[in-house]
């Protein structure tokens, strides 16, 4: 997943860094990373600590969902279940990419990754980085943007690390800096897809698929 072109000291300090996140994330911990739409705030979906302290980083209620990142559909899996054709065909069309797809929990996704209630986001970001988190844990992680609760989202590394620096276990410094668009949510546990949210992905190309 890493970039292969990349200067060799360049690759290594990228896995080296990405290595670091990974060893919080087994133990529990919560690393800010870019992804392809915004910095993200990466937990152990799996993790109830690892759970407790993106709220408490964040400054934010729990009752409210964090989106779900994967690194592929085996992961999906993990969290969701009763997955429709549509979300299917969305996902082999439009993944990896910025499209959050809302499915059904599975009842043993912990309560608050879905504020307790019975769906969970999920999506495949397009940023070797978040991949590279995913697969290399083995478990979803959490996505929910890198920002304290009700501020605009931060664009850049140094505004990561000079708001959560200080709070998270680790901030990845490696991969593409995010476009700044966040994702494209869509509703798929009724019949028709529902917008949530349009972002970077136009909902037109969603009702064509």
Do not use: Y
Not at 90 to 117: H, I, N, Q, S, Y
């Amino acid at each position: 997943m890493l970039d292969v072109e990349r200067p060799v000291d360049e690759q290594n300090d990228c896995q080296i860094d990405i290595g670091l996140g990974l060893k919080h994330l087994r133990s529990g911990g919560v690393v800010a990373f870019p992804t392809d739409t915004l910095f993200g705030l990466g937990a152990d979906v799996f993790s109830q600590p690892a759970l407790e302290k993106v709220f408490a980083i964040k400054g934010r209620t729990q009752g409210q969902a964090l989106p779900v990142l994967v690194s592929g559909w085996d992961q999906v899996a993990m969290v969701a279940g009763h997955i429709s054709e549509k979300a299917e065909r969305l996902a082999r069309r439009f993944w990896p990419g910025a499209l959050t797809l809302v499915l059904w929990r599975l009842p043993k996704l912990p309560d608050l990754v879905t504020g307790g209630g019975e769906t969970v986001a999920v999506r495949m970001p397009n940023h070797r980085v978040p991949l590279a988190l995913t697969s290399g844990l083995g478990r979803p992680i959490t996505g929910t943007s890198a920002n304290r609760s009700g501020q605009a989202d931060l664009l850049t590394r140094e505004d990561v690390v000079a708001q959560l620096g200080h709070l998270v276990d680790h901030v990845v410094r490696h991969g593409p800096s995010p476009a700044g668009v966040a994702s494209t949510v869509i509703d798929l546990t009724l019949e028709e897809p529902r917008l949530l949210r349009e972002g970077a992905l136009p909902f037109r190309l969603i009702l064509e698929t």
